[in-house]
């Protein structure tokens, strides 16, 4: 068990251009979600899955955004036509569906759009 | 409005003193976490606390739940330098915007 990963830890990009992120959980975890962190604040849900199927999103997530989790395993969060306000961390946390859920957090990919 | 509200923000304290950080929310819940974030680091879950009444403890940290005041409490024994970090609570509300996390309580503990 090597924890769950994110790639790439940093990303740069310029203001316009699309973004993916990836991130591998946990190997029988079946949820897998998504948050996104700005300096001094909580992170923020964005999406979760459980096993393939996308379960909620966010009501404050913009249509630019799409996650995806094929096959149920690895996710990627796709960020299209970058903004400078989505310069954050976007973490990705894994867990196995009980009523003592846990989650397990990621690294995280810090995004900074210029 | 669905809200998750900590406090203190941040707080400083002596090594051995004890201290308690309080999590209100607005709404009912499913279930109620808490979590540490050291400066630059992932977040690493400490409790997750299900019913009125729960109480949890690891270490110097212990966690209770009172769903019926919707308030969550972490209370440090004894605090030791190590505890140093910053303290989320977050509560899974249930539905579209599932987990909702407070803006953290920023604990600096002085040797």
């Known amino acids: 068990d090597t924890g769950v990963s994110q790639d790439p830890r940093h990303k740069i990009t310029k203001r316009g251009q699309n973004v993916t992120f990836r991130c591998d959980p946990i190997?029988?975890?079946?949820?897998l979600y998504w948050y996104r962190q700005t300096l001094g604040q909580g992170p923020e849900f964005l999406t979760y899955?459980?096993?393939?199927?996308?379960?909620?999103k966010s009501r404050l997530l913009s249509d630019r955004f799409s996650a995806e989790r094929p096959k149920g395993s690895f996710s990627t969060l796709e960020i299209q036509r970058t903004e400078q306000g989505d310069s954050a961390m976007y973490l990705c946390?894994?867990?196995?569906?009980?009523?003592?859920?846990?989650?397990?957090f990621g690294p995280g990919t810090r995004l900074l759009v210029l | 409005e669905l809200k998750v509200e900590q406090n203190p923000l941040f707080l400083s304290m002596q090594e051995g003193k004890n201290y308690t950080i309080y999590c209100n929310y607005s709404?009912?819940?499913?279930?109620l976490y808490w979590y540490r974030q050291d400066p630059g680091k992932s977040l690493e879950s400490l409790f997750v606390l299900l019913s009125n009444g729960a109480v949890k403890q690891e270490g110097r940290l212990m966690a209770s739940l009172d769903t019926k005041a919707r308030l969550s409490t972490l209370h440090i024994t004894a605090a030791v330098h190590d505890l140093s970090a910053t303290y989320f609570c977050a509560v899974d509300m249930g539905r579209d915007d599932k987990i909702i996390f407070g803006k953290g309580t920023r604990l600096h503990i002085l040797p």
């Open positions: 899955f459980q096993n393939e199927a996308q379960l909620e």
């Open positions: 709404t009912t819940s499913d279930r």
């Open positions: 190997s029988e975890h079946n949820r």
């Open positions: 946390a894994s867990s196995y569906w009980t009523l003592q859920e846990t989650q397990y």
